[in-house]
């Protein structure tokens, strides 16, 4: 007898917002609990602040799935569809987007109400001129709105985290403030501190006054300036989603199909492969197809980031999201949804970014043995006083000491006050620096990769070289051609036409005719003159032909009454400042690559003409493959900067350890970058990695000096020999030592250079 198989149980699929995660360690425990659910496989993306859940529809729900996040101490809730659609996409990062906004907005009302009731409680505890009768009892009152205002996200956190037995900055911040609050509620409704009259003056030691001390002035400031640290890094985090967004709306909405006969408009999300839809010039191609009637040019910039357009006609490929320029065509649907080149790139700017795993804040790090050793000391001190014979009020006053001298206010400052100032003079000069990880990536990158076109060189055509024969002039030839070429669109007949306009007026053409694929021709002054691709024997001109087509232009062949007459080459023209450029990056350390989608000879030229070696030069790259060849230089051990303008870019400049944008890029690269240089010159390269930089060795100024002055104070505490109210004075010194230094960044100056 034959056992039936049971067959397979086929799971459902939900993505869930995951909030309140603030390092790898959080999306580490959703997973780890997601996980131990029966009938589920997940994983928790910390960089895209979701969670892919497949699931067992007969044993769980999407509610129960939130529940056991919101039981490990964080927020979630369902995102939309995840059918492959654009609009459920676009959906889900919006929802994303909607709930980080939500917990800043939050932050920022926690910050303005606690930074409001700090500095009278400041003035009020340091200033005994200021403190009127029973000015404690005001005090008490301001400190407690900030200290459970305020300091609610630091309390929730330190909970959840030690829930699960680990410590970070916000147990010290929690248990430091909250010792400082339990003691002055202790010294206000038990000890003395209440009696109407009561002053408090700065002292030395903790024996050296007979009036019990309050340290609400510490609670207040210390919440009020973490509040700010937070709510800066809150909104610098999360940026992969602004790059989805743009990627998946970049596509047309609708396209013209062809059904039953009739020309009818339907939108994108039901064409189905093997429909034919018609394309007409300036439109969006709808989707991936290929051409089955009709010539055009196709500006693939967008994708490619190549500024001269392809040629296609009857039977060849066409991608989703470029552009018709000239002619009309019927494109049959080969590809549609998340098959589609689009999709397939978005998908890739995700895995690119989920690979880049946040570098973990140095503060983090030394929380992990910070805090516990500061809690032990600060029990040690306790118990050490009590066992030496010293009151209960002495031996709590020293613990707590220990506590408030620990309590990280300049460790929570050293990092976002640096980074405000840094990235506010990288702003003055076009330089937008996303968040505290980009800092540490600028430090180790030795590589980079620069794409060609819009970001060594300008994008723009131009007239490099012509090449005449007798009876003809190189200005008459020129002439002949600019003014044919002045009837059409495409960006190296514009090239043409500028350049001859500028040398003089143009003639009149007549019977002008456009034959896509091969050129333009027309009757110019008697003569029938063409330009374009070459056909037939070019005689005496072959050689310059070569030439123009080795040094990486495209040889434009112009006719006179059908005898080649001359050679026109254009080409992609460098940047003035790339060379400069390049060469200030090699004294940074870091080795240049070129890496395009441009053919072999061009790109060989460029890098020679900018100081790039030949054996770096990556050409003829399809748009999807630029990733793997970052990703395969960073496999053999380097770490890699990716500098780029174009969609096709995006994903490469997530997969770098660092990535930088041309501002005058597209929207989807500049998102999923790390830097937008916004005047997208290389130059400014150069600027950002220097500013960032030397950001980054402020902050670790910052933070050892911060550091150190916790590790010589704390032993003090310990022994007595420092009162809480002083270690209050020390920890406010150290935060102006912390905000000063940053404001040293203000004088970063811009790197000195001479165009060529």
Same mark, same amino acid.
């Given at each position: 007898m034959t056992q039936t198989q049971q067959p397979p149980v086929e799971l459902l699929h939900v993505d869930l917002g995951v909030t309140g995660m603030t390092c790898t360690s959080c999306s580490s425990r959703v997973e780890r609990k997601l996980n131990k659910l029966d009938g589920v496989e997940a994983t928790v993306n910390f960089a895209t602040e979701s969670a892919s859940v497949a699931y067992d529809p007969d044993k769980l729900s999407p509610a129960d799935l939130i529940q056991a996040v919101e039981d490990t101490g964080y927020g979630a809730f369902e995102m939309g569809a995840s059918s492959g659609d654009e609009d459920a996409s676009t959906s889900n990062v919006s929802q994303i987007d909607a709930a980080r906004d939500q917990e800043a907005d939050e932050l920022k009302r926690r910050l303005i109400i606690s930074a409001?009731?700090?500095? /009278?409680?400041?003035?009020?505890?340091?200033?005994?001129?200021?403190?009127?009768?029973?000015? $404690?009892?005001? %005090?008490?009152?301001?400190?407690?709105?900030?200290?459970?205002?305020?300091?609610? /996200?630091?309390?929730?956190?330190?909970?959840?985290?030690?829930?699960?037995?680990?410590?970070?900055?916000?147990?010290l911040i929690s248990m430091g403030t909250t010792a400082a609050y339990l003691w002055s509620l202790w010294a206000l409704f038990i000890g003395n501190a209440g009696m109407p009259g009561m002053k408090m003056e700065m002292h030395l030691f903790a024996s050296d006054s007979t009036m019990d001390e309050i340290y609400l002035e510490s609670v207040a400031v210390v919440i009020a300036f973490l509040l700010l640290g937070r709510w800066f890094e809150t909104r610098a985090k999360g940026r992969s989603s602004e790059a989805l967004r743009a990627l998946l709306t970049m596509g047309a909405k609708d396209a013209s199909v062809i059904r039953n006969g009739k020309e009818e408009r339907v939108s994108i999300d039901s064409l189905v492969p093997g429909d034919i839809f018609v394309v007409r010039p300036g439109e969006k191609i709808a989707t991936d197809g290929v051409v089955t009637e009709g010539a055009s040019a196709i500006d693939e910039s967008m994708l490619t980031g190549e500024s001269v357009p392809v040629e296609v006609t009857e039977g060849d490929s066409v991608t989703g999201a470029t552009i018709n320029t000239t002619g009309r065509l019927?494109?049959?649907?080969?590809? =549609?949804?998340?098959?589609? =080149?689009?999709?397939?790139?978005?998908?890739?700017?995700?895995?690119? $970014?989920?690979?880049?795993?946040?570098? $973990?804040?140095?503060?983090?790090?030394?929380?992990?043995?910070?805090? /516990?050793?500061?809690i032990g000391v600060s029990l040690i001190t306790l118990i050490g006083?009590?066992?030496?014979?010293?009151?209960?009020?002495?031996?709590?006053?020293?613990?707590?000491?220990?506590?408030?001298?620990?309590?990280?206010?300049?460790?929570?400052?050293?990092?976002?006050?640096?980074?405000?100032?840094?990235?506010?003079?990288?702003?003055?000069?076009?330089?937008?620096?996303?968040?505290?990880? %980009?800092?540490?990536?600028?430090?180790?990158?030795?590589?980079?990769?620069?794409?060609?076109?819009?970001?060594?060189?300008?994008?723009?055509?131009?007239?490099?070289?012509? =090449?005449?024969?007798?009876?003809?002039?190189?200005?008459?030839?020129?002439?002949?051609?600019?003014?044919?070429?002045?009837?059409?669109?495409?960006?190296?007949? $514009?090239?043409?036409?500028?350049?001859?306009?500028?040398?003089?007026?143009?003639?009149?053409?007549?019977?002008?005719?456009?034959? /896509?694929?091969?050129?333009?021709?027309?009757?110019?002054?008697?003569?029938?003159?063409?330009?374009?691709?070459?056909?037939?024997?070019?005689?005496?001109?072959?050689?310059?032909?070569?030439?123009?087509?080795?040094?990486?232009?495209t040889a434009v062949v112009v006719s006179v009454d059908g005898t080649a007459a001359g050679i026109i080459a254009v080409r992609d023209t460098v940047k003035e400042t790339s060379a400069t450029a390049i060469a200030k990056l090699k004294e940074l350390g870091l080795t240049p690559w070129l890496l395009t989608g441009d053919n072999e000879a061009a790109a060989r030229a460029t890098a020679a003409e900018v100081g790039i070696d030949p054996a770096n030069v990556i050409a003829g790259v399809l748009p999807q493959d630029k990733v793997h060849h970052v990703e395969h230089l960073q496999n053999e051990g380097k770490n890699v900067a990716m500098v780029g303008d174009g969609v096709n870019d995006a994903a490469a400049l997530a997969q770098a350890d660092l990535g930088l944008a041309m501002g005058a890029g597209t929207d989807v690269a500049i998102e999923a970058s790390d830097i937008t240089l916004m005047n997208s010159d290389l130059i400014s390269a150069v600027d950002a990695i220097r500013l960032s930089r030397k950001t980054l060795g402020t902050i670790k100024g910052n933070l050892f000096w911060a550091f150190i002055y916790n590790v010589l104070l704390i032993p003090i505490a310990a022994i007595g020999f420092l009162n809480p109210m002083l270690a209050g004075i020390a920890m406010a010194f150290s935060s102006v030592f912390v905000v000063t230094n940053s404001l040293r960044l203000r004088t970063f100056e811009r790197t000195p250079h001479e165009s060529r």
């Open positions: 409001i009731l700090a500095v /009278p409680v400041m003035l009020l505890s340091m200033i005994p001129a200021l403190q009127f009768t029973n000015w $404690q009892w005001a %005090v008490l009152t301001m400190s407690t709105l900030v200290y459970f205002v305020g300091g609610a /996200p630091f309390h929730k956190a330190t909970i959840t985290n030690l829930k699960h037995g680990a410590f970070t900055m916000d147990t019927l494109v049959k649907v080969t590809r =549609t949804g998340a098959d589609t =080149t689009l999709a397939q790139m978005a998908q890739l700017v995700t895995d690119a $970014q989920a690979k880049k795993a946040p570098v $973990q804040r140095l503060v983090d790090k030394i929380a992990q043995v910070f805090v /516990p050793v500061v006083h009590l066992l030496a014979g010293s009151g209960l009020a002495p031996a709590f006053t020293a613990a707590v000491a220990v506590l408030i001298i620990a309590c990280p206010c300049a460790l929570g400052l050293a990092t976002p006050t640096a980074l405000l100032v840094g990235t506010g003079r990288g702003a003055q000069l076009g330089l937008l620096i996303k968040g505290p990880e %980009v800092l540490e990536s600028t430090k180790k990158v030795d590589t980079i990769v620069l794409d060609k076109t819009g970001t060594v060189t300008s994008g723009t055509m131009s007239v490099h070289g012509i =090449t005449a024969i007798a009876p003809y002039s190189e200005a008459e030839i020129l002439r002949l051609s600019g003014a044919v070429e002045h009837a059409s669109e495409h960006p190296i007949a $514009q090239a043409i036409a500028t350049n001859a306009a500028e040398a003089g007026e143009l003639p009149s053409v007549d019977d002008f005719s456009n034959e /896509p694929g091969v050129g333009v021709q027309a009757t110019v002054e008697g003569r029938r003159v063409n330009v374009g691709k070459l056909q037939g024997d070019l005689g005496e001109l072959a050689g310059a032909f070569t030439t123009a087509q080795r040094d990486g232009a």
